[in-house]
């Protein structure tokens, strides 16, 4: 296998959107030409669209009477061609040369970092009520999702086995046998793009599922691929209900799930995967990034308003939508006054609203169904006052989008309701506690919750960090000193948690693309023996 030389990739830079900046310019108009169109999305099955007629509205999650989007949905036959048609593409991408297969994606990445770009950031910020930095980062994050990816393919290929006089090893990295199903959560374009790219990037060929609520936004990320020369069927575009799930997870040629979503729907697909282990040809690979009750822990030594700024983004950038948003926050007591004096004063300059709007902070939550989720909650807590106090916010109004308010409630019960399960909204429960109970709360912070995916500790005192990182060591898969628990960057912070927080499997890190590669040693002896005689067999 030649091992072409790839130049390690810079993180993409990202745009500003500064006023009077031409980008700026470029991005508001490109925002006012989608929103005046309603296009249909339909499955890319083979290479080629299906319409099927069973379509769903999307629409804009702070303008919600604003339909941007009439997309097909696939039934059981089209997940049935999408299988077909992947394994028929599966022969000749998986016997390609590793550096044809990684030019695909080095296109892509260009195409979306250029003139894909500012079209792609507005679908963004139009389908997912992301602001546009949120939606720069985003778009970013899968530029380097791919470069990286091929970077690394790359390393991994050169890893080969140790020489012997007489012998020749080497290891074929080869992808796995069948069809990936990947499965993608509305709240990351970046992640939606990785979920089937990452198997393809290393042979494999995939059945992709986006989120039924982002298809508007997603559907770019198709066009750039195909745009880029992916072979026909290598990734198929198949949104379908949740009730078909079983036609991919009982075939016989599925070789594994590529998931991001919520913990109790993980589990449900692996019981599903488990129930027809037998019917396999392979075991399957079971890779997944579920969720988070990621933590700020802040020490008194503390400098507050880095902490504060840091809590503000780390809570509330994207309504609290991402699973590594920040949702407990402990703070000790001597420094809570002037801390909470300093945050509230931040936060009443915070600005909810639609995202076209470049003043606002929060856009808008993605459904009603989520927007319900959340605000029971905030509900939750005023009907239990004994255990909760709501100190700002509570506020939310769904007459014209989805929009809840930043919200922060104050506990005195660390192990409650609000301090261990995921909310994944802009609601922030905060526990004070004694100063000389500093290592007794980080035992709390790490026991309390069943999640172990990010968190922060905020601290000059570099005694105070070193306990943290010690005691905190299985609290969080990515864990930050004195920084927000949000904002991975591609091979600088490779992504991924353990507990209910998913597999760790690392996105954005060699350690992802290895688990869809299964090696096959090959051992090639130069000079063969003729006698099947041991030397200790013979005569004294």
């Not at 020749?168 to 992808?175: F, S």
């Not at 697909?269 to 890779?287: A, E, H, M, Q």
């Not at 509230?344 to 808008?364: H, I, N, T, W, Y």
């Not at 930043?406 to 192990?415: G, Q, S």
Request: with cysteine; aromatic share 14%.
């Amino acid at each position: 296998m030649s091992l072409w030389s790839i130049e390690k990739p810079q993180t993409e830079k990202f745009i500003g959107y500064e006023p009077g900046t031409k980008e700026r310019e470029i991005l508001k108009k490109k925002l006012e030409e989608l929103r005046e169109k309603t296009v249909e999305i339909p499955l890319i099955i083979g290479g080629k669209e299906v319409k099927t007629g069973d379509t769903v509205e999307i629409r804009i999650p702070h303008d919600k009477e604003k339909v941007i989007a009439i997309a097909h949905m696939a039934g059981p036959d089209e997940i049935r061609e999408a299988v077909e048609k992947a394994l028929d593409a599966w022969t000749k991408w998986s016997e390609m040369d590793w550096y044809h297969r990684v030019a695909v994606f080095r296109k892509a990445a260009d195409l979306l970092a250029g003139p894909y770009r500012f079209e792609a950031i507005a679908a963004i910020m139009l389908n997912q009520s992301k602001t546009p930095w949120e939606a720069e980062i985003d778009l970013a994050e899968l530029v380097d999702f791919w470069r990286w990816g091929a970077y690394y393919a790359r390393f991994i290929y050169e890893q080969q086995p140790e020489q012997y006089p007489g012998e020749m090893n080497r290891v074929d990295w080869r992808p796995l046998e069948g069809f990936i199903v990947a499965i993608s959560p509305f709240n990351f374009f970046s992640i939606a793009g990785n979920l089937p790219t990452a198997p393809a990037l290393v042979g494999n060929v995939s059945i992709w599922k986006p989120s039924r609520w982002v298809l508007f936004s997603n559907y770019y990320i198709m066009k750039v691929l195909m745009e880029a020369g992916l072979p026909p069927g290598v990734v198929n575009f198949v949104p379908f209900p949740n009730r078909h799930a079983e036609i991919l997870f009982s075939h016989p040629d599925f070789a594994g799930l590529h998931f991001t979503g919520s913990y109790a729907t993980f589990v449900r697909l692996w019981k599903i995967i488990s129930r027809n282990i037998d019917k396999f040809r392979n075991f399957p690979r079971i890779v997944g990034e579920t969720g988070g009750k990621d933590f700020i822990v802040v020490h008194n030594s503390a400098d507050i308003k880095e902490a504060v700024v840091a809590t503000i983004r780390g809570a509330f950038e994207y309504q609290g939508q991402k699973c590594s948003a920040a949702s407990r926050l402990f703070v000790a007591k001597s420094i809570w006054p002037k801390f909470w004096e300093t945050m509230k004063a931040e936060l009443e300059k915070v600005k909810v609203g639609p995202v076209e709007d470049f003043s606002v902070f929060m856009g808008a939550i993605i459904n009603e169904e989520q927007f319900n989720k959340i605000v029971s909650y905030i509900e939750y807590a005023k009907q239990h006052p004994e255990e909760y106090q709501i100190i700002y916010g509570g506020k939310y109004d769904k007459s014209k989008g989805y929009f809840i308010w930043p919200t922060v409630i104050l506990t005195n019960n660390p192990k409650g309701k609000l301090m261990t399960e995921e909310i994944f909204g802009p609601v922030l429960t905060v526990y004070i506690y004694d100063d000389d109970k500093y290592e007794e709360t980080l035992w709390v912070v790490d026991k309390a919750a069943p999640y172990g995916l990010t968190g922060s500790i905020f601290a000059k005192d570099r005694e105070a960090i070193v306990k943290a990182e010690k005691i905190l060591r299985y609290a969080a898969g990515n864990f930050y000193i004195n920084d927000k628990p949000t904002g991975a960057i591609v091979a600088r912070q490779p992504f991924g948690g353990s507990r209910w927080s998913g597999t760790n499997d690392k996105a954005g890190w060699f350690t992802n693309l290895l688990r869809w590669l299964t090696p096959r040693t090959i051992k090639e002896l130069l000079v063969p023996p003729k006698d099947w005689r041991r030397p200790y067999m013979g005569v004294d």
